[in-house]
């Protein structure tokens, strides 16, 4: 813009950024979805993971405390039966058994647990006590109770291993069904969010779908429905303010357009009907004039011939010479009925385009008014003529301009009194020829200054001088199909001026 101000722009929202919005929301939704599912089931596997690792952990631990407690039993059985007791239970053994029990202890994950392992921790207290009794008196206690409650004591332990054994595979079987179902369960929310998603999306696709091609169908209707020409044309609502809302914006004002042009159009045709009812009507009134002005010479050019004839001998020398000169008004009176006749002959065949020629103007204007210049001379009124030397060639209808100088010459020469001057300049201005063609004669009356250029208008000027009225309108006929125009000044008794310009540069030469 000239004022430096950036041009708003009319698309508030265009339709890629609303194709963006649209691809945009699923995708976020896909992606927070993937991450969700992703993440639950992370944290799903390392629950289970851990329960697993910990629940495995004490069964083996408990299996390794059971398989040391069942390694001194059979020892201890293994001499029993040999009948000698070197040392029942070791305290590598012992520490080993004491290990086994810490790692369940330190590993309860499962209710009930922590009970089995204070009841094992507490039988194994005794265990202990009754293994150093045991080991402190050697054979002396064979057959003594003491291995008795040291045997019992072992399977109490075992029972109570084998119990958090089963507690712990129990946890176990849970867990994994447990994770089992969370797996299904998660798959199966995650099939509804992708198959919500997808849904969205369709529902999304279908609804941008149904938001572009709603309008655009509309002014496709809209636009289908107008007639060119008919002048009446629709206004279609922009219902939104994308480019689909620009283009029917674009489409209203040229359709308010085309109706401003139609109404203008109509009001030309209207005008020039008028003109052409005008025009038949003074055509009209024309012919009745002519008819009128033929008829009125042509009975006196017969009376004063027939006074001639018959009673030629009988009439003195001045009443002859004043018939013969009445007739001889007479008959020039009829030449100029005849030539206008001519002229309208001459207006009717305008219309047809003729090829221009590209010539130098001072020859024709110099040979075409050369008839006039001798008639000016015979009237006593002299014709002057300024052309500049160095005036280029100009481009005209060698045919038709020419009737253009010799009328605008010819009427002045017959409005100027004897002792009166014409004067002829052509000059050129910028891209344009211009003619000036002034004389002191009697001048125009400026009521008839607007019409002066009319078809078939009749004014007293004209009919006194025997004319009806068409040279001026060829006149202009020919300069405006020049592509030129032409105006006239003028006041009564002062002359008149006539100035048409036609462009310097025009099409069709040869």
């Known amino acids: 813009m000239n004022d430096g101000k950036k041009q708003e722009n009319p698309i508030r929202h265009p339709i890629r950024f609303k194709i963006f919005l649209v691809s945009l929301a699923p995708t976020l939704a896909l992606f927070a979805a993937a991450l969700l599912n992703n993440q639950y089931l992370n944290d799903l596997g390392d629950s289970a993971e851990k329960i697993l690792s910990q629940n495995y952990k004490s069964i083996r631990a408990a299996q390794e405390g059971r398989k040391t407690i069942e390694g001194i039993r059979n020892l201890l059985f293994e001499q029993l039966s040999g009948k000698r007791i070197d040392r029942v239970v070791s305290q590598e053994m012992l520490t080993k058994l004491a290990a086994s029990l810490t790692i369940c202890r330190d590993n309860i994950t499962e209710i009930g647990e922590k009970e089995l392992i204070n009841h094992l921790l507490e039988r194994f207290a005794c265990y202990r006590l009754l293994s150093n009794s045991l080991n402190e008196a050697g054979d002396e206690t064979w057959g003594n109770d003491r291995y008795t409650d040291f045997l019992a004591r072992s399977s109490e332990m075992i029972s109570l291993i084998d119990d958090l054994v089963v507690l712990n595979e129990s946890a176990m079987e849970r867990a994994e069904q447990q994770t089992r179902m969370l797996a299904q369960q998660a798959q199966r929310n995650a099939i509804a969010l992708f198959g919500v998603i997808i849904t969205a999306i369709l529902a999304l696709s279908y609804f941008l779908s149904y938001r572009i091609a709603r309008p655009v169908m509309t002014l496709a209707r809209h636009l289908s429905a107008t007639q060119e020409g008919s002048g009446v044309y629709p206004t279609v609502y922009a219902e939104t303010d994308d480019e689909i809302g620009f283009l029917t914006n674009a489409f209203n004002h040229l359709f308010s357009r085309l109706q401003e042009y139609d109404r203008h159009r109509d009001d030309i045709l209207s005008a020039e009907k008028e003109k052409v009812r005008q025009a038949e009507e003074a055509k009209g009134r024309f012919i009745a004039d002519i008819s009128h002005q033929l008829k009125t010479p042509m009975t006196s050019l017969g009376m004063s011939i027939g006074m001639l004839h018959s009673r030629g001998n009988r009439l003195d020398s001045d009443k002859k010479k004043k018939l013969v000169a009445t007739a001889h008004d007479d008959c020039n009176r009829l030449a100029a009925l005849i030539n206008e006749l001519v002229d309208l002959s001459r207006l009717e065949a305008m219309s047809k385009p003729r090829i221009k020629e590209t010539l130098d103007i001072a020859e024709v204007v110099l040979e075409c008014l050369a008839p006039l210049t001798k008639q000016a001379e015979n009237t006593g009124v002299s014709i002057h003529i300024d052309i500049p030397a160095d005036l280029p060639r100009v481009t005209i209808d060698s045919f038709r301009f020419p009737w253009v100088l010799t009328n605008l010459v010819g ?32 001048g125009i009356n400026p009521e008839y200054l607007p019409h002066i250029f009319d078809r078939f208008t009749q004014f007293s000027e004209r009919g006194k001088s025997g004319t009806i009225g068409l040279g001026l309108a060829i006149v202009k006929d020919i300069i405006e199909q020049h592509g030129g125009d032409i105006q006239v000044q003028s006041k009564p008794g002062e002359g008149a001026s006539f100035t048409f310009w036609i462009p310097a540069a025009q099409g069709d030469r040869v």
């Open 411 to 442: 009427n002045a020469l017959r409005y100027t009194n004897h002792g009166g001057s014409i004067s002829l300049k052509i000059e050129k201005q910028g891209s344009r020829f211009y003619f000036h063609c002034t004389d002191t004669g009697s």
